[in-house]
Nanobody, 128 residues
Framework: QVQLVESGGGLVQAGGSLRLSCAAS????????MGWFRQAPGKEREFVAA???????????WYADSAKGRFTISRDNAKNMVYLQINSLKPEDTAVYYC??????????????????WGQGTQVTVSA
């Protein structure tokens, strides 16, 4: 069983930055793809970014087109942590942000159904 706990959300003004954290427990996730999704009010949950470990090659990350340039995903396998840095926040970034884990070191997974493990989410609210 995998448990994921997000933190770092809050209320921020447009143009500001936030760093979201996801603490994983239950088993070692060093060889598991980890992702971030978000869900705005009245909208479906959407993919933001994900990252996996390619063994000796290093980390590989992929992003939604809307996230390229302002979002950066990273992870610390030693701490079982995944992070999402968001810069130049916009009001349209307002959403609940969810951490998710896959069942293996898959690449380029972007749909909700491909991630069986989820956290409870952390609210990000961006004021204009």
């Amino acid at each position: 069983q995998v448990q994921l706990v997000e933190s770092g959300g809050g209320l921020v003004q447009a143009g500001g930055s936030l760093r979201l954290s996801c603490a994983a427990s239950g088993r070692t996730l060093s060889s598991t793809a980890m992702g971030w999704f978000r869900q705005a009010p009245g909208k479906e949950r959407e993919f933001v970014a994900a990252i996996t470990w390619r063994g000796g090659i290093g980390y590989y990350a992929w992003y939604a087109d809307s996230a390229k340039g302002r979002f950066t995903i990273s992870r610390d396998n030693a701490k079982n942590m995944v992070y999402l840095q968001i810069n130049s926040l916009k009001p349209e970034d307002t959403a609940v942000y969810y951490c998710a884990a896959a069942d293996g070191a898959y690449e380029n997974k972007r749909t909700v159904n491909e991630y069986p493990y989820w956290g409870q989410g952390t609210q990000v609210t961006v004021s204009a």
